[in-house]
């Protein structure tokens, strides 16, 4: 059978690095409901309708590593994300997802990457009808730089035993041929990593899943732009109370997530923000705030002028919920990814733009309508290729 993976549809198999996290547990407990009222699940995701060369959502299966040794079900209950009685309801169902230890820290980074291709495998032998894609959820990390690494055997000679979780698991799925999703921070999209991406006929999409705050930003500066306003100055404050919110209060693990966060405006608007003062005045602040729990509250104050350069302003308030935004962001993107990988796509999607804050790829979409329009073309490219290889596979004998 060939990567099309006619004839016969076949489910999605999520393999999520980080899977007893808050999005991932959510996703899990969002997977598991679908079997069993999937009226209360599928309204909130982008992919609904889409992609019917796919088993239907409700046939998703999960899988992953983590290394919190709690059960998946008292890891949501701690969380506090989903309601209680809604996390019960699903715990026989949760308990029996196969989470596997991560790879032990004081392994070098190929020996990570031999161990986690070997959990693939033999998560593959156990869904093996499936199309699997890995979802990378796990914490926001300090940025390390690889790009100067020009194969995987100088990469691995150069990392060492540093630690970096996150390029062990993508480069165990890209070279197991499994496409991956980067819904964190952390640039795991070396050059070494996308050329085999490539190589191998991978699609990769990332980083940092763009949920809240940051999404209502693309959405406001698009139209700002849309309407020349200038935008003089935009201050943006979060506080969250999870784990990751915990994790980004060290400055070297918050710098990617405060950069991806402020480099987008610029690009959308196509001038640097507080040019007029001579410093930039687009700022981003993330406070750890314990009480808020996951569900994080956003303050943005927009400053910006119109005709004789009269100044206007914006408040906006945003309470959320991280991993209820999170989550089924998370199960979009892996049906993306198993749909664009039937269809022949392989290296980063930029054209995923809309789902991420710093989207990888060349050329990726900026403004709001131009991350619509570019998502659109990519899901009618992808229904066309799959369409004619259902009409090819019709007209063998
Ligand atoms: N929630 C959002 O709206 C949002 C938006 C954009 C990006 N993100 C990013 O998504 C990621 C996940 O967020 P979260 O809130 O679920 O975080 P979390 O801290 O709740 O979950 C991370 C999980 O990874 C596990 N883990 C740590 N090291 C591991 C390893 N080596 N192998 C396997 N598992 C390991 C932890 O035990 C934990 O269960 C973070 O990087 C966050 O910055 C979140």
Redesign the pocket.
């Known amino acids: 059978m060939t990567n099309t993976g006619l004839p016969g549809k076949r489910p999605l198999l999520l393999l999520v690095?980080?899977?007893?996290?808050?999005?991932?547990s959510t996703l899990a407990i969002a997977v598991t409901a679908c079997r069993r009222t999937p009226e209360i699940v599928m309204p909130s995701l982008t992919t609904q309708g889409k992609f019917t060369f796919l088993s239907a959502v409700e046939e998703t299966q999960i899988a992953g590593?983590?290394?919190?040794p709690q059960s998946l079900t008292s890891?949501a209950l701690c969380?506090g994300v989903v309601p209680e009685p809604v996390c019960r309801l699903h715990a026989d169902q949760l308990d029996r997802i196969a989470v596997k230890a991560?790879?032990a820290p004081g392994l070098n980074l190929q020996g990570q990457v031999e161990q986690l291709a070997a959990d693939i495998r033999e998560f593959r032998k156990a869904h093996d009808r499936c199309l699997p894609v890995l979802i990378n959820?796990?914490?926001?990390a300090p940025l390390n730089n690889f790009d100067h690494c020009r194969s995987l055997s100088e990469l691995y000679e150069t990392a060492g035993n540093r630690s970096m979780?996150d390029l062990a698991?993508a480069l165990a799925a890209v070279t197991s041929g499994v496409p991956v999703v980067n819904?964190?921070?952390?640039a795991v999209e070396i050059p070494v990593l996308v050329t085999e991406a490539v190589k191998r006929e991978v699609p990769l999409c990332g980083r940092?899943?763009?949920?809240?705050q940051t999404y209502l930003k693309v959405v406001l500066a698009s139209a700002l732009k849309a309407r020349r306003l200038t935008v003089d100055g935009w201050y943006s404050l979060n506080i969250l109370g999870?784990?990751?919110g915990k994790?980004?209060m060290e400055p070297e693990r918050a710098a990617g997530?405060v950069a991806n966060k402020t480099d987008l405006l610029d690009d959308i608007l196509g001038y640097p923000v507080g040019g007029r003062y001579s410093t930039p005045t687009h700022k981003v602040h993330i406070d750890y705030y314990a009480p808020r729990g996951?569900a994080k509250e956003a303050w943005d104050v927009i400053d910006f002028r119109g005709l004789f350069d009269l100044p206007m302003s914006i408040r906006l308030n945003l309470q959320g919920r991280?991993?209820i935004?999170?989550a089924p962001m998370a199960l979009d993107l892996g049906r993306w990814m198993a749909a664009l990988q039937l269809a022949g796509h392989s290296g980063p999607v930029p054209e995923l733009g809309f789902y991420f804050?710093k989207p990888v790829g060349p050329k990726a979409p900026r403004t709001f309508q131009e991350q619509l329009n570019s998502m659109d073309l990519l899901e009618r490219r992808c229904e066309k290729k799959m369409s004619s290889a259902v009409s090819k596979a019709e007209e063998r004998p």
């Open positions: 690095a980080g899977a007893k996290g808050a999005i991932a590593w983590d290394n919190n890891s969380q991560a790879p959820l796990l914490p926001a979780p698991y819904f964190t921070p952390n940092d899943g763009k949920t809240g999870n784990a990751d994790n980004l997530k996951d991280d991993s935004l999170a804050k």
